[in-house]
């Protein structure tokens, strides 16, 4: 077994949570060794992998089936979970792949057992993470203007936002039609040139931008490494944790995809894996089996869809893309009997999507069906919360293994009766918005399906008996371990994770390098 020099602290995981520790280690003259169980993506690669994925379909980034196999066990909730879809394993983790919404969680999701009595209190509050939401903006460049309803903020956004798209035009009426409040996203991508990277040149698709202008994490990994401080190793698996019996990690045991053996020691160890990938770890380590805590909580934002055809034709992807939500029914009254629900707006450029709602036509009929109503079909999703449930959870599966010989993760999604009001609302404001835009042919799905963000499974608790970590992020019982990610989530609300996950980054980064150990 090779072993490494120790470091201050070792990080298993390059996405966002992982790159951002590391750089705030780094920066401030810590030795960091970054474990990266994919390979690299470099930037000048991206547009030969765009290209690839147009013509053939196969997304660029590689699935290794000895290395990313798992199981879905929750068929009645999710038939066919498409796990390494909704994931990328690279240096820049699922970023190298993600849209750039990066917004905010609101107030009260940090608090909803104490303001609605569904789920459970953060121990954190939005006023502690509050500053680190900013930083996290400026770190990674977002693009945005203050939504109405969403929560306050004593900064502002670091680049304008984007502006409504030509389509935005006609869901504003609807808005005004339903006195209902509209805003813009904030997104991780330059509105205006950010940091040395340019701004966005509608390439049009955001999950393999050739311009570097929607942020991934690897420029993190990058800023780290040239501190001459951070090492990083590249397709190299974290199979255990060693503790010994004073609760101090005493180093990881790794495995590259060429087979060799690897040790690495350092002061402090993070895992910033995934919420999949960092269960797994801890499980297949032994760490939290005394309180049966760790996997348990997994959740997902559930979606569902709806489209119809305008009377007005619009001129979908064309100029500008769609930038419109509604937080308008996401808090409320109605929230204790339900998850917080956001709705999104936009015009569907290929009409073939929508045909699932329609009789099936072939041939002839098909092409001009598809001629004859580009650029009508309005559509709109709603985003429901999945609320945290001990029984949705990921476990070691007891038959598969890995390349290695490990188990891989056992994926159990549960959605319970709040969930499933949740969803019958978010239906029901689908149909509302679609017939307030006096669209026809109106289809509103009824299946929710996943949109990529994996959350829970080492939750943030007080009480090390209902969860994982501490506020600080450190695993009940040890002294020298810390997760962090989506993982730590308590609960969800409905906005994507990826700025929070950021601002807990740079939170425990800068906790990190105050209280330096030596190993």
Same mark, same amino acid.
């Given at each position: ?6 470091? =201050? ?10 790159? $951002?520790? !590391? ?16 390979? &690299? ?18 997304? %660029? ?25 909704? &994931? ?22 940090? &608090? +909803? !057992? +104490? ?7 953060? /121990?954190?509050?939005? !006023? ?19 939504? %109405? ?20 035009? &006609?869901?504003?009426?609807? !808005? ?50 040239? *501190? ?8 190299? @698996? ?9 609760? *101090? ?74 930038? $419109? ?24 450029? =290929? ?46 599966? /007891? ?11 056992? $994926?159990?999604?549960?959605? =319970?009766? *709040?969930?499933?009001? +949740? ?40 009480? %090390? ?17 810390? @997760? ?13 994770? *990826?700025?929070?996950?950021?601002? $807990? ?15």
């Amino acid at each position: 077994m090779l072993r490494s020099e120790p470091a =201050d602290v070792c990080i298993i995981g390059s996405g966002m949570a992982g790159a $951002l520790v !590391a750089a705030s280690c780094a920066q401030r003259g810590m030795r960091v060794v970054l474990l990266e169980a994919g390979p &690299r993506y470099p930037l000048a690669e991206r547009k030969a992998g765009l290209d690839s994925w147009l013509v053939t379909g196969h997304f %660029p980034y590689a699935v290794h089936p000895g290395r990313d196999g798992f199981v879905n066990s929750a068929t009645s909730v999710v038939a066919n979970y498409p796990l390494n879809a909704l &994931r990328a394993k690279g240096v820049g983790g699922s970023t190298l792949h993600w849209e750039g919404v990066a917004e905010r969680l609101f107030a009260s999701d940090f &608090r +909803t !057992a +104490t303001q609605y009595g569904l789920g459970t209190d953060w /121990p954190l509050s939005y !006023a502690e993470l509050e500053p680190w939401y900013g930083r996290a903006e400026a770190e990674i460049g977002v693009s945005g203007e203050p939504i %109405p309803l969403a929560a306050p903020r004593s900064t502002p956004f670091p680049m304008p936002a984007f502006p409504d798209s030509y389509d935005d035009a &006609r869901w504003r009426r609807v !808005a005004e039609r339903l006195r209902i409040q509209m805003g813009r996203a904030a997104y991780a991508r330059n509105s205006v040139p950010y940091r040395g990277r340019s701004p966005c040149v509608a390439w049009g698709m955001c999950q393999v931008c050739p311009s570097g202008a929607r942020y991934s994490a690897d420029f993190h990994v990058e800023l780290a490494e040239r *501190t001459g401080k951070c090492e990083v190793a590249v397709e190299t @698996v974290a199979r255990r944790l060693e503790v010994d019996a004073g609760g *101090t990690v005493r180093a990881v045991h790794a495995t590259t995809l060429d087979g060799r053996d690897l040790e690495f020691r350092a002061a402090r160890y993070v895992v910033a894996a995934h919420a999949i990938e960092s269960a797994r770890l801890l499980m297949l380590s032994g760490i939290g089996a005394h309180a049966d805590q760790v996997g348990r909580h997994l959740m997902e934002h559930w979606y569902l869809s709806g489209r119809g055809l305008s009377a007005e034709r619009g001129w979908p992807g064309r100029i500008g893309f769609p930038i $419109l939500e509604s937080f308008h029914w996401y808090d409320g009254a109605e929230r204790r009997d339900r998850g917080a629900i956001k709705l999104e707006f936009h015009a569907l450029g =290929d009409p073939l999507a929508a045909l699932e709602a329609t009789p099936p036509v072939w041939g002839r009929a098909l092409a001009e069906r598809d001629c004859a109503s580009f650029g009508y079909w309005l559509s709109a999703e709603a985003g429901c919360e999945h609320q945290a449930h001990p029984e949705s959870r990921v476990t070691l599966d /007891p038959v598969s293994k890995d390349v290695f010989g490990d188990p891989v993760p056992n $994926l159990h999604f549960v959605r =319970d009766a *709040t969930d499933q009001r +949740t969803i019958d609302r978010g239906h029901a404001l689908l149909s509302t918005v679609l017939e307030a835009a006096g669209l026809r042919e109106i289809h509103v799905g009824r299946n929710p399906y996943p949109v990529a963000h994996h959350m829970g499974t080492c939750r943030m608790s007080v009480d %090390p008996a209902g969860g994982v970590v501490d506020r600080d992020l450190r695993v009940h019982g040890l002294t020298n371990l810390h @997760v962090v990610g989506s993982s730590v989530f308590p609960t969800v609300g409905c906005v994507p994770p *990826t700025l929070t996950i950021a601002a $807990l980054a740079l939170r425990l980064g800068a906790r990190l390098a105050s209280r330096p150990a030596t190993p």
